[in-house]
């Protein structure tokens, strides 16, 4: 008989761990959800650059923004609203490819670059873009975490997202620069910021 109460300890740490197992499985049983976020904005320029997408620019140039500004404060723009004359462009040309040059930047890769960016802000135009896509994934009324879709293309600054549903839900979106156009300021990451409606 005494080695029968002896065990009766042993049994109930064996069953523990299955009871405490079912409690877990109750609350883990939780669903979520995922909800599409919304982007906007994110084309914002530095003010040093008066309307110029230098962090799109000097990506696909393959260049960090800091250089594509030094070699550009030796370029003379035309006044707003003319045509520069060819000699101009020329020079401009010139001093630009001797700054960056260097780096490995050659005349045809800085035409396409130019091209591809070149917009008219006056006219409401922008440089092309693509809009990125993402979900959050919703516990409980909580934003766990996002899930980029597609990264999109074209942000020169980092948009802002919010979650249908979670209007205290904010987050932070990280940019990505390469050569590639389709990949030139697209989203690479999404990290929460703040998880919850206020």
């Known amino acids: 008989m005494k080695r029968f109460h002896q065990l009766l300890p042993i049994a109930a740490i064996l069953l523990a761990p ?11 049983g ?20 008066r309307g110029r997408p230098v ?29 520069p004359d060819p000699q ?23 035409d396409t670059v130019s091209n591809y960016y070149r ?22 009324g909580v934003v766990v975490g996002y899930t980029v879709t597609n990264s999109g293309s074209g942000y020169s600054s980092p ?6 549903g979670i209007p205290g839900a904010t987050a932070l979106a990280q940019l990505t620069f390469n050569r590639a156009f389709e990949k030139n300021g697209s989203v690479s990451a999404i990290t929460v910021v703040s998880a919850k409606a206020k």
């Open 159 to 164: 948009p802002t997202i919010s979650v249908p």
């Open 30 to 49: 939780t669903p979520t959800t995922r909800v599409a976020v919304v982007f906007s904005a994110g084309h914002e320029t530095d003010p040093r650059d």
């Open 55 to 83: 962090v799109l620019v000097a990506g696909a140039l393959g260049v960090p923004p800091e250089v594509f500004r030094e070699a550009f404060t030796h370029v003379h723009p035309a006044p707003a609203g003319t045509e």
């Open 18 to 28: 299955s009871a405490m197992a079912t409690a877990q499985a109750a609350t883990a």
């Open 88 to 110: 101009q462009v020329r020079e401009n040309k010139d001093a630009l490819l001797s700054a960056l040059g260097r780096y490995g930047v050659t005349n045809d890769r800085l």
């Open 119 to 140: 917009y008219v802000r006056r006219r409401g135009e922008l440089w092309p873009t693509k809009p990125a896509t993402a979900y959050a994934t919703v516990k409980d």
